[in-house]
């Protein structure tokens, strides 16, 4: 189908919200909001113009033409505003999704999402997974996302941000819809890409948006990270990133996780020119599409990240006063205004888990970004037992990605907690993964899980006794190997098994989002059934329950900088909030916690908490949770 045909291809309803850009209020756009923390990090001058977003295209477009392969082209802002969308003539209407792994079922096959999604979602992920202090790309993620890290290295376990592909999804009441004109973060059609071809775009040092391209027709992960590609999509990107390229020390070959370098981008070996880059005039070769595909208009400019018309600007909450903080806004002010909620958690004792575990994150040396020694940039949130969002912050340079992640990760820990999770997931709706949509598969009735989880540890009572669980453990579960990584194993419970798993079909966490997913589902419907996980779940470490006694009363979930930092910003500053305020409320029960529990015959406990050693940049304190 060419492109002068593809308003006329299929259209996913509302997959992504269309850039509503208003000149008005670029003409306000000023610094950081006055407040008690006036700390704006980003200069009202960092953000994408649309001469700027034009030439990033048009240098996109040589490279293309240059490689005789058509493609789709999408650049967004910092928080996801979509400011231009280019088809080559020539370039494929709709993509392929498959990890080439022979897995069936979620998302494998389905080939009827306009290339924009795609383009999107390749942008989108890597603005949203960078920051001032690291630069990662779609192919970073792509390393960071598989059964094993590194991939394909025998017995290691999953990578460290496994599952969170499937996080800032358009269903999530986190994003921000299109009639919020440029207010962030917006939800990605995908969710965050490990295909490469999507690249971070820097202004001045400062991380500004991203670029995405999809060229070969298919949405897909590399399965060996040892060899070097030569990647279409990945080299036209890199081709319309000169000039807003990431600054090369940020760059992830220039971050270790685990003693394990990362990867950024594969090869630069471009055949272009993009310094002489022909501008796309009058006539361009192809047509400017909006987010869904259907014919849009040419660029406009995006937004700075930290003005308050962004969607972030500093938390003007006084008992955050001098700890570095920001948060969601809108125009009446944040978003989440800190409050009591059903469970008993007071107002007080969510300013101060909030507080704490800014001060933990403060401290705290961070794991992903550079310079070595920076502080921890996270998102932190409070939610209760009903999965409503108490209290919400951040430090100001923590990654986009981590605002929605954090809520997920709070209302997992909070959700699988409670004594009625198993009959809770018995009512959520099969996940419709059925031809033709689904070649080779199947509805999947979500209640199965609860069915294995029970089978694996031979406890007819599992996710509704009350045992406490932490992300870290949910994450052990949800593993296509238990033991984590070991080779020769039986999946985890929450996971699809080996042979039909994949990073497009991982088990519990898909099958619970997969319709809203495919169905272009938005905010105001939410991603399940259940509202205490409106927003889907999230299966790698930073939550925690919070209980008063043996009662549950919520949860806090942090995202951002390293996941062993995320574990010990939640679990380290619930434990001194609780401490301070000497109400009642604090962590788990000991006895109640996820790690007593072993599967049958097998012996391996769940994990419930993993903070670093010595993880302070001011102190040379050791096992710093230990005894918590």
């Not at 700890?323 to 806004?329: E, H, Q, Y």
């Amino acid at each position: 189908m060419s492109v002068a045909t593809r308003a006329s291809a299929w259209r996913v309803a509302q997959i992504v919200a269309s850039a509503v850009v208003s000149a008005t209020l670029l003409a306000a756009c000023g610094g950081g909001a006055g407040s008690g923390n006036s700390n704006a990090v980003i200069p009202p001058s960092n953000f994408l113009t649309a001469a700027d977003v034009a030439t990033v295209i048009a240098q996109a477009v040589a490279e293309a033409k240059a490689r005789n392969a058509p493609a789709t082209i999408a650049v967004v802002d910092r928080v996801g505003n979509v400011l231009g969308v280019f088809a080559m003539i020539g370039a494929m209407p709709t993509f392929t999704i498959t990890s080439r792994t022979g897995a069936v079922g979620g998302l494998e096959g389905i080939k009827v999402l306009p290339s924009t999604a795609a383009a999107v979602a390749k942008a989108i992920t890597g603005a949203y997974l960078s920051s001032s202090g690291n630069a990662f790309s779609t192919r970073t993620a792509n390393q960071i996302v598989q059964s094993h890290f590194n991939p394909l290295e025998s017995n290691q376990p999953g990578g460290p941000l496994f599952g969170v592909q499937f996080s800032s999804l358009v269903c999530s009441d986190v994003v921000q819809k299109a009639s919020a004109a440029q207010l962030g973060p917006k939800g990605s059609p995908l969710g965050l890409s490990a295909d490469p071809g999507g690249l971070p775009l820097y202004k001045n040092g400062t991380v500004v948006g991203g670029i995405g391209v999809i060229s070969d027709g298919l949405y897909s992960v590399d399965l060996n990270i040892i060899d070097i590609d030569t990647d279409a999509d990945e080299l036209i990107a890199v081709a319309g990133t000169f000039g807003f390229a990431a600054p090369t020390d940020i760059r992830a070959e220039r971050i270790t996780v685990d003693g394990r370098t990362l990867r950024y981008v594969d090869s630069e070996a471009i055949v272009s020119n993009p310094a002489t880059a022909p501008p796309l005039g009058a006539s361009p070769p192809g047509m400017w599409l909006d987010a869904s595909g259907m014919p849009g208009s040419t660029p406009v400019p995006g937004i700075a990240f930290g003005n308050p018309l962004s969607g972030y600007a500093p938390d003007p909450e006084a008992a955050f006063a001098n700890k570095n903080a920001f948060t969601l806004v809108d125009g009446s002010g944040p978003r989440f205004k800190s409050h009591g909620g059903i469970g008993g958690l007071s107002r007080d004792e969510v300013l101060a888990i909030l507080g704490n575990g800014l001060d933990i994150a403060n401290r705290a040396r961070a794991q992903i970004r550079r310079p070595v020694g920076s502080a921890a940039q996270v998102s932190i949130v409070v939610v209760d037992t009903n999965g409503d969002i108490l209290g919400l912050t951040r430090t100001p340079d923590a990654p986009v990605f981590g605002t929605d992640v954090a809520v997920q990760k709070a209302r997992t820990a909070n959700f699988f907690s409670s004594i009625d999770a198993a009959s809770a997931l018995a009512k959520e709706l099969d996940a419709n993964e059925t031809p033709p949509l689904v070649p080779g598969g199947s509805a999947v009735t979500i209640g199965s899980y609860v069915a294995t989880m029970r089978s694996l540890f031979g406890d007819q009572t599992a996710f509704s006794n009350g045992i406490a669980y932490s992300n870290r453990a949910i994450g052990n579960l949800a593993r296509p190997f238990f033991p984590d990584g070991i080779e020769g194993t039986q999946n985890g419970p929450l996971s699809k098994p080996r042979g039909q798993w994949s990073p497009f079909n991982d088990g519990l966490q898909l099958d619970l989002v997969f319709n809203a997913v495919v169905g272009g589902v938005d905010g105001s419907v939410g991603c399940t059934t259940d509202k205490r996980i409106r927003n889907g779940i999230q299966i790698f470490p930073g939550s925690f329950p919070i209980y008063r006694g043996a009662t549950l009363i919520g949860a806090v979930g942090v995202s951002g900088d390293g996941i062993d930092q995320d574990d010990m910003v939640s679990f380290l500053g619930l434990a001194n909030a609780a401490k301070a305020m000497n109400t009642g409320f604090g962590n788990a029960p000991p006895a109640m916690r996820a790690d007593t529990l072993a599967p049958q015959g097998e012996g391996t406990r769940l994990r419930y908490v993993n903070c670093p050693q010595a993880p302070f940049n001011d102190s040379t304190e050791q096992n710093v949770c230990a005894g918590l």
